[in-house]
Nanobody
């Protein structure tokens, strides 16, 4: 199983970006997908979560600005980021929890990071 994150870039404050995280491999089901971020010198923090049933949760710092969604058929999660602020600058990582594969193993996977830079 591999997770491929994409969509990062450089944007001015107030702008928008949409991140994608596509899981590939012999996947039967993914229980939940998360987006984390890590800014220089800071710990990795959870930004948003979506379960296979569509339940979502957000960090207080991004509520009302970020929206997480998923396409279960494509095993892909998205993070729509609006009204971006310089403090949103970080490397964003996706994390798939409870990935059930065709050999009936359930494992968690990290994707590679994608850089988001918001200029003031």
């Amino acid at each position: 199983v591999q997770l491929q994150a994409s969509g990062g870039g450089l944007v001015q404050a107030g702008g928008s970006l949409r991140l994608s995280c596509a899981a590939s491999g012999s996947i039967l089901r993914i229980n939940a997908m998360d987006w984390y971020r890590q800014a220089p010198g800071k710990q990795r923090e959870l930004v948003a979560t979506i379960t296979s049933g569509g339940s979502t949760n957000y960090a207080d710092s991004v509520k009302g600005r970020f929206t997480i969604s998923e396409d279960n058929a494509k095993n892909t999660a998205y993070l729509q980021m609006n009204s971006l602020k310089p403090e949103d600058t970080a490397v964003y990582f996706c994390y798939a929890r409870g990935v059930l594969t065709t050999n009936f193993r359930s494992i968690n996977y990290w994707g590679q990071g994608t850089q988001v830079t918001v200029s003031s």
